[in-house]
């Protein structure tokens, strides 16, 4: 148990440029606290005794703003950065090394209709290995976001999501990273998203802006050309002037 928690403090330090120490995160880190709640709760949780382990979580949440449900699956170095306003449902499941930030939640799709249809069955996310999902994210339902994926703040998430894969808009869309931003992706990324990635909505924006841009310049060069053969075909043609017109035109005469 020691070993899992000193692994936890030193995945917070290698994971937060803010903290200073082993001893800050012990005194300060609601991520520490919530967790500790919960690994109580859950182990009360799986001994069936369900109100002692929700009441705890629920002191928990009191002083952490942190709300984990006991029934929930969490792996090794959980790290939830700042924490206030984060939800996290009892089906959800979170493999090793995953870090979120204030604002997620981990919850269902519609968990107030036919709610009795739900009871007990899949309803939350599964998150894989190093997964991380930054402020404000929502991820619905219980679908898969693979190993090393990537959430942007305030992203919302509704389909599974392909390991080492980028997802940023809402609804979610993956972005298309670089290839030496690929290459980077095992490397801890705070917030979840590079701060050099394109939107796709803006992206396609800019397409679409683009593309009327070159149609208003082919429309223009349209009217031009009519506006000239107009002004051709208005013009009087010397074969159809009067012969005396010509006789005028000639030097000499
Ligand atoms: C909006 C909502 C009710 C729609 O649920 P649904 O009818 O099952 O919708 P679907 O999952 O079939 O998605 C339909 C489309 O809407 C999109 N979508 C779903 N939720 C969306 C949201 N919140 N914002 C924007 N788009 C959303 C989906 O991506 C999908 O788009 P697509 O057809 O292009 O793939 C649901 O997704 C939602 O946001 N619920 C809120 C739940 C919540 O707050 N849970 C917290 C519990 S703790």
Request: proline residues 6%; charged residues 20%.
């Amino acid at each position: 148990m020691f070993k899992s928690i000193r692994a936890e403090i030193q995945g917070i330090v290698e994971r937060d440029p803010a903290v200073g120490g082993w001893l800050e995160v012990v005194v300060a880190y609601p991520s520490f606290w919530v967790m500790r709640y919960y690994r109580f709760s859950n182990w009360l949780w799986k001994r069936g005794l369900r109100v002692p382990a929700r009441w705890l979580m629920q002191m928990a949440r009191w002083g952490t703003g942190i709300e984990i449900h006991p029934g929930a699956t969490i792996g090794e170095r959980f790290f939830i950065d700042h924490g206030m306003g984060v939800v996290i449902g009892e089906m959800a499941e979170i493999g090793d090394d995953v870090t979120l930030y204030h604002g997620v939640t981990l919850g269902g799709v519609s968990p107030s209709v036919d709610s009795e249809q739900q009871r007990n069955v899949k309803r939350h996310p599964t998150l894989g290995n190093g997964v991380i999902v930054g402020s404000g994210a929502q991820i619905l339902g219980p679908i898969v976001v693979g190993d090393h994926a990537r959430v942007g703040a305030n992203a919302v998430v509704t389909r599974d999501v392909d390991a080492r894969t980028t997802m940023v808009g809402i609804p979610a869309k993956p972005v298309q990273l670089s290839r030496a931003e690929q290459g980077a992706i095992d490397q801890f990324v705070a917030y979840g998203t590079p701060l050099d990635l394109d939107d796709p909505s803006a992206v396609e924006g800019d397409m679409l802006r683009d593309q009327v841009a070159l149609l208003k310049a082919r429309l223009s060069a349209l009217e031009d050309a009519v506006n000239a053969a107009n002004e051709r075909a208005q013009a009087p043609s010397p074969l159809s002037a009067e012969p005396h017109d010509l006789a005028e035109k000639q030097p000499g005469k």
